[in-house]
Nanobody, 122 residues
Framework: QVQLVESGGGLVQPGGSLRLSCAAS????????MGWYRQAPGKQRDLVAT???????NYADSVKGRFTISRDNAKNTVYLQMNSLKPEDTAVYYC????????????????WGQGTQVTVSS
């Protein structure tokens, strides 16, 4: 029973910034990778950025240099700072967390948030 709740989405003008937050709650001992994915209408859900428990990051080429993913392990929260937003960034953004099984080493569960809308438009 793990829930991910995203917040911070909204409407911004091109060139603007938003910070998304995603807090995981429930029976959590630790979280492995956390990440953000996005899905535009009629499109596949694509990776935006991930961050490992140790802080290693991975970004889609389309957001490199503009977005920054970070996490606060004590709060079980992952953030996505989005700068220099473009209309093509418009999508529903989904938080993802991979949570290890409590007893079985090497097994993890994939959890998703409900999504938060980001609209970049003038």
């Amino acid at each position: 029973q793990v829930q991910l709740v995203e917040s911070g989405g909204g409407l911004v003008q091109p060139g603007g910034s938003l910070r998304l937050s995603c807090a995981a709650s429930g029976s959590i001992f630790s979280i492995n990778d956390m990440g953000w994915y996005r899905q535009a209408p009629g499109k596949q859900r694509d990776l935006v950025a991930t961050v490992s428990s140790g802080g290693s990051t991975n970004y889609a080429d389309s957001v490199k240099g503009r977005f920054t993913i970070s996490r606060d392990n004590a709060k079980n929260t992952v953030y996505l700072q989005m700068n220099s937003l473009k209309p093509e960034d418009t999508a529903v953004y989904y938080c993802n967390a991979r949570i290890p099984h409590a007893r079985i080493v090497g097994v993890e569960y994939d959890y998703w948030g409900q999504g938060t809308q980001v609209t970049v438009s003038s």
